[in-house]
């Protein structure tokens, strides 16, 4: 009987390859053009093998290497599903809402077996860790929400537990106009920012969803003066995605042939996410929190909340 189950899971593998064999579940509101894009940045990424020449980068980046087996290892532990800009969790993706009676637990990184931010570049949206968001919203109102995406139900008690990122306008933009948008080089950004999401599935208390910090209103960028697009953390979202752009230019975009404006481009990128760490920028203990899903009663209706932007 089991062999005949797998038979027949093979044969509906064979039939839809993409929804075995993806990175990411996928709700439908992200396009297929954009779902294959995001398949093409992950299946690069995990053939490539970059080393590290300092252990100061892996203390960063907090990944055992820089492998890409291990890089994709880390992410998909953190994020699992992708939902579109047109996603919208409180209208009818809503499922419910829940009361807990509990503050959030600290949680080992052991029992969360699984597992995305306003990027303030020109003010525009590149990507949204959205369960994160959720979460944070469900913890300033003692209430765990349920919601659905890519048909399927996630109560969202961490930010893990949905592992939900959300595609922003910026995402899919031109970084070079002679370069495609599935060239290597838009590859590597993209996926410095699938890092950059996860990491706000991270960190615990005062340090939960490693959250952005004010810029300072001396700010060098005016843009960012008093806004949510410096970082805290010698650990968080920029400094991981500025180690992995790092060694990603010379050792996977400069080997696959990307052009001097190409990797020219990156380095701005990376020296833009460099500048936003303040002085004051600490390690944090990464180890990810939640409710206890046991201490749950069913609440009630449809939440009154503003959006929640992140
Ligand atoms: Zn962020």
């Not at 509906?12 to 993806?22: F, I, N, Q, Y």
């Not at 996928?26 to 053009?33: L, N």
């Amino acid at each position: 009987m089991r062999r005949l189950s797998n038979t027949v899971f093979a044969l509906v593998c064979l039939t839809w390859l993409s929804a075995c064999g993806s990175y990411y579940k996928y709700d439908s509101t992200v396009s297929g053009e954009q779902k294959s894009l995001i398949e093409k940045d992950m299946g690069r990424i995990e053939g490539t093998e970059m080393i590290a020449q300092n252990g100061d980068d892996l203390r960063t980046i907090q990944i055992a290497d820089l492998s890409g087996p291990s890089l994709i290892n880390w992410l998909q532990n953190r994020n699992r599903v992708v939902v579109g800009e047109d996603y919208d969790w409180l209208g009818s993706n809503f499922v419910t809402q829940q009361k807990v009676t509990s503050a959030p637990q600290l949680l080992t990184s052991a029992q969360l077996d699984f597992p995305s931010t306003v990027n303030a570049g020109g003010t525009v949206t590149v990507m949204v860790n959205l369960g994160a968001a959720i979460y944070l919203e469900g913890v300033k109102k003692n209430v765990v929400y349920t919601v659905t995406a890519a048909d399927t139900e996630w109560r969202v008690w961490s930010p893990r537990s949905a592992g939900m990122i959300q595609v922003g306008e910026g995402l899919f933009n031109l970084m070079v106009e002679s370069s495609p948008l599935d060239s290597w080089a838009h590859s590597v950004r993209r996926f410095s920012t699938y890092l950059h999401e996860a990491t706000h599935t991270d960190g615990n208390g005062d340090h939960r969803a490693f959250a952005h910090a004010s810029c300072p209103s001396t700010f060098y960028r005016t843009e960012f003066r008093d806004q949510y697009a410096c970082e805290g953390y010698l650990n968080g979202p920029y400094s991981r995605q500025v180690v992995f752009l790092k060694y990603a230019i010379p050792q996977v975009c400069a080997e696959k042939g990307c052009s001097s404006a190409e990797q020219d481009a990156l380095l701005k990128t990376m020296a833009d996410y460099d500048s936003r760490k303040l002085s004051t920028a600490v390690y944090a203990d990464p180890t990810p929190e939640g409710y206890n899903v046991g201490e749950i009663s069913e609440f009630g209706v449809m939440p009154q909340v503003s959006e929640v932007s992140w």
